[in-house]
């Protein structure tokens, strides 16, 4: 069945490093992924997101790598800093993100000083 | 504000009561979803609408759970019968439709906590 997982449930980055966080899907027909952010008693913020005929996006201190080969899916965020503390979801869809998202559990990032 | 904005935010309820919760979207976005939220767990996707059409419902959405979107604007989530099983955050999310020319990004509300005692 469709399931999108996380390789590790938490990760401490030093403030300043950079942060990697990894996902592995298994549904091969997903043709959308997205990464989002969600801090205590906030509801999921968006990222940012790729398709599936692209292997990198960048954004504002945020890169996604995309590598269907083996079914993975990372988010790369650049010079971590204290505000970047937050569960990091990654999801994806099987309709460009026109219906629903499928979620995977997270992975808690928090900021060393 | 003019993000997803979801209320009651904490809603707390006795075993067996009904409640509704409201949801009103981002104005132009004609697609709206409802998502359920355990600790620690990521979203799961329960229902969702374009403009009032209830285009696909979870097998998570039992006959005691029913949603509404009546005008194609906001949307209303009620649970019958609650059980503890049902404590959880509820979470709504909207988009544009893809023929808006824009990307149908979900973007999310905060939420409704729900505590069934």
């Known amino acids: 069945g469709e399931s999108v997982g996380l390789h590790l449930p938490t990760l401490s980055v030093q403030e300043g490093d950079n942060s990697i966080i990894n996902c592995a899907y298994s549904?091969?027909?997903?043709?959308?992924f997205i990464w989002y952010k969600q801090e205590s008693g906030k509801g999921p913020q968006f990222i940012i997101d790729i398709r599936s005929n692209m292997d990198k996006r960048q954004g504002q201190r945020v890169t996604v790598l995309l590598n269907k080969t083996v079914k993975h899916l990372s988010l790369q965020i650049a010079a971590t800093q204290p505000g970047d503390s937050a569960v990091y979801f990654c999801a994806e869809s099987s309709s460009g993100g026109a219906s629903k998202i499928i979620f995977g559990s997270g992975t808690r990032l928090s900021i060393r000083p | 504000d003019t993000g997803v904005s979801q209320n009651p935010r904490h809603k707390i309820t006795k075993r067996g009561q009904n409640v509704t919760f409201r949801c009103d979207p981002i104005?132009?976005?004609?697609?709206l979803y409802w998502y359920r939220q355990t600790l620690g767990q990521g979203p799961e996707f329960l229902t969702y609408?374009?403009?009032?059409?209830?285009?696909?419902k979870s097998r998570l959405l039992s006959d005691r759970f029913s949603a509404e979107r009546p005008k194609g604007s906001f949307s209303t989530l009620e649970i019958q019968r609650t059980e503890q099983g049902d404590s959880a955050m509820y979470l709504c999310?909207?988009?544009?439709?893809?023929?808006?020319?824009?990307?149908?990004?979900?973007?999310f509300g905060a939420g409704t906590r729900l505590s069934v005692l």
């Open positions: 104005s132009e976005h004609n697609r």
């Open positions: 609408f374009q403009n009032e059409a209830q285009l696909e």
């Open positions: 549904n091969s027909a997903s043709d959308y």
């Open positions: 999310a909207s988009s544009p439709d893809r023929a808006s020319g824009m990307k149908n990004i979900q973007y």
